[in-house]
């Protein structure tokens, strides 16, 4: 807008040949700026010029290369530089893999500075395999020099005295950089520690032995080898803490005998449910028996009667019969009158 309302100034005043010669030089300026904002935005200048003052050589045209490959060159000449401050012979080809392999390549670099000054052999091919991995590298190197304490959840173990303790430990590791690739985690580490701690409480004939050395579950612990197969090398487990939970045995054998007297309850019942069955059946035969002598005693008279129309029996002995039916009849009275009653019985007097 500037330069239009210029070039239309000086063209009121000056020749034709003058206003196109101003136009031209108008648009040469115009094009320079394009093409300067371009080469600005294409090539880093300013980081350009930042590693060249580092003593790190990196070339122009890797520079377009990597904007061309939208890749941000920031995120890989920054930890370039720090590299061959450190001493480190890291190129700019490496850097740039790692970065389009989705890697950390700024924490790479960290941990590879941590590795050497702590006298810790990692190339960058393990240490670029490992960030792969999803692990983080630069803490790996860090808890190499420095173990790191895991605390395990309270564990709850039962002794062969039925009595249950409740122990939480503190175990020391370091990473184990060669196993760090394929190695399990903390979480296996803690599973391991509660496992034997479980297996150590319950091979103890009481619970008193454990109180009394809790340095037995440590060293029974660390004799099985849990760190076998881990990222992680153990250098101490150590016991926090050791509390008496519950008496599980006694409740136990409470719930057994509980158990054991439900069932003869019901062994109990059953054996009386058969005894009123059986009962039932005896009375039902009485009956039976009752009715057929009822029966039998109603076809006496007729027989008799028979007998005496034949002559198989005589009048003599039929009164004779009578009389013996008579004193019977008399003594079964005399003998329930003179058993005493239930009442009379409980008091010791007889019935009046």
Same mark, same amino acid.
């Given at each position: 807008?500037? *330069? $239009?309302?210029? #070039? @239309? *100034?000086?063209?009121? $005043?000056?020749?034709?040949?003058?206003?196109? $010669?101003?136009?031209?030089?108008?648009? #040469?300026?115009?094009? @320079?700026?394009?093409?300067? %904002?371009?080469?600005?935005?294409?090539?880093?200048?300013?980081?350009?010029?930042?590693?060249?003052?580092?003593?790190?050589?990196?070339? +122009? $045209?890797?520079? /377009?290369?990597?904007?061309?490959?939208?890749?941000? !060159?920031?995120?890989?000449?920054? !930890?370039?530089?720090?590299? &061959? =401050?450190?001493?480190?012979? /890291? %190129?700019? !080809?490496?850097?740039?893999?790692?970065?389009?392999?989705?890697?950390?390549?700024? &924490?790479?670099?960290?941990?590879? /500075?941590?590795?050497?000054?702590?006298?810790?052999?990692?190339?960058?091919? =393990?240490?670029?395999? +490992?960030?792969?991995?999803?692990?983080?590298?630069?803490?790996?190197?860090?808890?190499?020099? %420095? !173990? =790191?304490?895991?605390? %395990?959840?309270?564990?709850?173990?039962?002794?062969?005295?039925?009595?249950?303790?409740?122990?939480?430990?503190r175990v020391t590791v370091r990473t184990n950089i060669e196993r760090l690739v394929g190695g399990a985690g903390e979480e296996t580490i803690i599973a391991r520690v509660g496992e034997g701690i479980v297996t150590t409480v319950g091979s103890s004939e009481t619970h008193k032995q454990v109180l009394e050395n809790p340095d037995l579950i440590s060293r029974t612990v660390l004799n099985k080898g849990l760190d076998a197969g881990t990222a992680y090398e153990i250098l101490s487990i150590d016991i926090a803490d050791v509390d008496v939970g519950r008496n599980v045995g006694a409740q136990l054998q409470m719930d057994q005998a509980q158990?054991?007297?439900?069932?003869?309850?019901?062994? #109990?019942?059953?054996r009386r449910a058969m005894a009123v069955a059986r009962e039932q059946e005896m009375k039902a035969a009485v009956q039976e028996m009752r009715a057929h002598v009822v029966e039998a005693e109603a076809d006496v008279p007729k027989a008799l009667a028979a007998a005496l129309r034949e002559g198989k029996l005589g009048v003599m002995e039929y009164y004779h019969m009578k009389n013996v039916i008579a004193d019977t009849e008399m003594r079964d009275g005399i003998a329930k009158a003179a058993t005493p009653t239930s009442s009379s019985a409980d008091t010791g007097h007889p019935k009046k």
């Open positions: 807008m500037f *330069s $239009s309302l210029l #070039a @239309a *100034s000086y063209a009121s $005043s000056l020749g034709e040949a003058d206003v196109s $010669s101003v136009l031209w030089i108008v648009l #040469a300026i115009v094009v @320079a700026l394009i093409l300067i %904002t371009v080469f600005l935005r294409f090539v880093p200048l300013g980081l350009w010029i930042t590693s060249l003052a580092a003593g790190v050589h990196v070339s +122009i $045209s890797s520079l /377009i290369g990597m904007r061309l490959r939208r890749i941000q !060159p920031k995120r890989l000449v920054e !930890p370039l530089i720090k590299a &061959r =401050k450190a001493g480190l012979d /890291i %190129t700019l !080809p490496k850097l740039e893999t790692h970065y389009l392999a989705g890697g950390n390549v700024d &924490r790479v670099i960290n941990a590879l /500075i941590a590795a050497q000054r702590s006298n810790i052999e990692m190339p960058f091919e =393990k240490a670029s395999a +490992i960030d792969l991995a999803g692990r983080d590298v630069l803490q790996a190197v860090q808890m190499s020099v %420095t !173990p =790191k304490v895991i605390e %395990t959840p309270v564990v709850a173990a039962i002794a062969k005295d039925g009595i249950e303790l409740r122990a939480k430990a158990a054991d007297l439900h069932i003869a309850q019901a062994r #109990a019942e059953e």
